[in-house]
């Protein structure tokens, strides 16, 4: 109610009371502060002092407030009693022992003036007056910052921020800064209106609105505000948050770059064109590529055009070019354009060319070349079917070739400025020629009946075929290249007598070797025979010894030590057999080891294949 009367003057002014003052023209000086501060809702204490020579019982003290210029009466006292209260004060007033009147709880409508007036009986004896000042602190200014942004091209001065300071008393000033530098309002540029509302309490808010033009630096800058107040004759300031907003500008650069890097692109990788530009919002990407024709063909298809990025996948020579990337700010519809020549390595066109030509026979000789088409400087390396490197340089001089060295042979064609660029071709180096037999079981020691495996190995390219000339149970198997048949037979006379054949076939020619089969039992028959021979030469002995005993009796005397000279000779001879007999199983073990022997060979020629890749 006191605040509806007062709505009018809001503006708070120090300083009138010397108007009022003409009453005191007694001779009694009063003494009062010009003014007293008070918080709201403290107890704000006026004092009011004088001296009266007589000192007299009958002095009072009239206090009144000043509503516009009209006195209204606030109370009486006399002594240290309090009478005629005003209704409006009732029980918020008290007096001191030294008379000052203390007012408690304390409003902003209780800021106005206090006349304190001494008198005797209906005399004025002299009066003075005090200004009550009540303030109350601003509450920390909040700011709320322009979420919507601000484009450094709006032709309207865009809004930055908000600022509220509330509850204050007298109202505060409101001032905006900028990165720390206080701002002032510039014609169409900086604009800082503010309002003041008094609540129905009596304080103010104050609330101002920032507007300014903003550049592209603006997009790091922060602004506060800071509300600014009086405190006991000081000023005090109290400052907001910092806040940042969302400056939008058009682009002014646009980068176009290769991911990765543009030097070491190859066939096959997965590239990235990848367009910036420094604008904000971004604008809409296009990308096109400049045709043989010298036409910009659109790539936009393959893109999203908010993302800048172009995916190429599995580049190949034909990906190799100029490439533009083109920017549209949908603000102002300027373009930009930036260009980045993409550069595709490659090798291709890897041929492998043989001399001769025509089919290899065993003991040829062949040079490889290899030839590649590339941009770039070329290494060339020869593998063998391991991987394991058999030559250098674009040609490789193969000699004296046999079927043990046909081999697939690759040329590896590297480019070594970019790393993990190869290419790489495959040629069959194979030999063509009829069977030649490596290995073959014979002579071949059996006994009659026995089982036994009869086997020969071959090689030849195309791949041969094995036939025997016998009935038997034949298993096929390939060792390295060779080809390997093993013949199970029971031995039987006529194989003994007979032999086998292994034939060995291809489209080329035929191949054949005769297996010998010795039986095993000759030396015993032999045996038998010297048996024979013992016997007979026995049979000589007794006849001998019968001529002898004959003799004896008829003619000359003989001595038995003679019989025995001849018999003693037999055991050796007996001995000699056994010998020969175990020199006949050695050397039966060494024709064994001779088909083992001749696999060996076998192997040699294998390593011998390998040396001669090396
Ligand atoms: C009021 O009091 C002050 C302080 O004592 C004094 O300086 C001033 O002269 C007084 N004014 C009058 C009109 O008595
Ligand atoms: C006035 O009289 C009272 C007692 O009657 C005394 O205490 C006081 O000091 C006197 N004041 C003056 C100013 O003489
Ligand atoms: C408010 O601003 C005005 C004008 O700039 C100034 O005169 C006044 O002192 C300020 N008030 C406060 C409390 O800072
Ligand atoms: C304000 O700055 C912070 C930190 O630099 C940033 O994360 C934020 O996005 C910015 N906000 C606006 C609206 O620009
Ligand atoms: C490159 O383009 C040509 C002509 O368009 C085409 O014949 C060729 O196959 C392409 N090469 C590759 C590797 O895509
Ligand atoms: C080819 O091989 C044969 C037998 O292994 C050898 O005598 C001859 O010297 C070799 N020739 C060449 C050119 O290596
Ligand atoms: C070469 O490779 C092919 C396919 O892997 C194979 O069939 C052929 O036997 C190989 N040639 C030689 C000589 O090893
Ligand atoms: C083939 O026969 C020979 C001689 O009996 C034997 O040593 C070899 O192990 C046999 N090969 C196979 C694969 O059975
Ligand atoms: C004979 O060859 C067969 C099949 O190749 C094999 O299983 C067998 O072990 C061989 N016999 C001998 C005595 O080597
Ligand atoms: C092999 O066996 C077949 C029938 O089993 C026979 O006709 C043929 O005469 C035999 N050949 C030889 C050489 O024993």
Request: contains cysteine; aromatic residues 6%.
């Amino acid at each position: 109610m006191a605040g509806g009367r007062r709505a009018a003057g809001l503006v708070v002014h120090w300083g009138c009371c010397l108007l009022l003052c003409c009453a005191a023209a007694r001779g009694l000086e009063v003494s009062m502060p010009a003014v007293v501060e008070a918080e709201a809702g403290s107890t704000a204490r006026i004092e009011c002092s004088f001296y009266t020579p007589e000192n007299s019982s009958s002095t009072s003290i009239n206090w009144f407030y000043m509503d516009r210029n009209n006195r209204v009466r606030l109370c009486r006292i006399e002594g240290t009693r309090l009478l005629e209260e005003n209704v409006d004060y009732k029980g918020r007033l008290s007096v001191g022992e030294d008379q000052a009147l203390s007012i408690s709880r304390v409003t902003v409508q209780d800021a106005r003036t206090f006349v304190c007036q001494v008198v005797e009986g209906s005399h004025v004896l002299g009066e003075n007056q005090t200004r009550l000042h009540v303030y109350k602190v601003p509450e920390a200014p909040e700011i709320v910052a322009n979420t919507g942004g601000a484009s450094v091209q709006s032709s309207e001065i865009p809004e930055i921020a908000r600022c509220v300071s509330r509850n204050s008393f007298p109202a505060p000033n409101i001032t905006w800064h900028k990165n720390g530098e206080q701002l002032h309002p510039e014609d169409n540029m900086v604009k800082m209106p503010s309002t003041l509302t008094r609540e129905s309490n009596g304080l103010y808010t104050v609330s101002s609105i920032l507007f300014a033009h903003v550049t592209r630096e603006d997009r790091h800058s922060l602004y506060h505000c800071s509300v600014h107040y009086r405190l006991r004759g000081q000023r005090r300031t109290a400052e907001s948050r910092r806040v940042n907003i969302t400056v939008f500008y058009p682009a002014e650069h646009v980068k176009l770059q290769v991911l990765p890097s543009s030097a070491l692109v190859k066939e096959g990788d997965d590239v990235k064109l990848v367009c910036e530009a420094d604008g904000n919002p971004a604008p809409v990407f296009s990308f096109f590529k400049r045709g043989l024709d010298d036409v910009w063909h659109d790539l936009s298809s393959l893109t999203d055009t908010s993302s800048g990025v172009l995916n190429l996948h599995d580049v190949n020579k034909n990906s190799s070019g100029l490439y533009r990337c083109q920017t549209l700010d949908l603000d102002d519809m300027r373009q930009l354009e930036k260009d980045v020549e993409l550069v595709v390595n490659y090798i291709e066109g890897v041929r492998v060319k043989m001399e001769p030509s025509s089919p290899l026979r065993e003991g040829d000789s062949v040079r490889l070349s290899c030839n590649a088409h590339s941009p770039l400087s070329l290494d060339y390396q020869w593998r063998d079917e391991k991987g394991r490197m058999i030559g250098n340089g674009n040609q490789l001089f193969l000699s004296n070739l046999t079927f043990e060295t046909s081999s697939n042979v690759s040329c590896k064609v590297m480019a070594p400025s970019v790393p993990g660029l190869e290419q790489s071709k495959r040629v069959a180096v194979a030999v063509e020629g009829k069977p030649r037999i490596v290995s073959i079981s014979s002579p071949l020691y059996v006994r009659q009946d026995e089982e036994v495996n009869l086997t020969c190995k071959a090689i030849a390219f195309p791949r041969p075929s094995v036939h025997w000339s016998v009935n038997g149970t034949a298993h096929e198997y390939m060792e390295d290249q060779h080809i390997a048949s093993n013949l199970t037979v029971r031995v039987s006379h006529d194989l003994l007598r007979a032999g086998a054949m292994c034939r060995v076939s291809n489209v080329l020619g035929v191949s054949e070797e005769h297996i010998q089969l010795l039986d095993q039992k000759i030396p015993e028959s032999k045996g038998v025979i010297i048996v024979a021979i013992i016997v007979s030469i026995l049979v000589v002995a007794v006849l001998g010894s019968i001529i002898y005993f004959l003799h004896k009796k008829g003619k000359i005397p003989c001595g038995r030590t003679g019989k025995q000279d001849i018999t003693r000779p037999e055991a050796r001879k007996d001995k000699i057999v056994v010998e020969v007999k175990s020199d006949k199983v050695s050397e039966e073990a060494g024709l064994l080891q001779g088909s083992n022997g001749e696999k060996r060979a076998a192997a040699d020629q294998s390593e011998k294949y390998i040396d001669l890749r090396n």
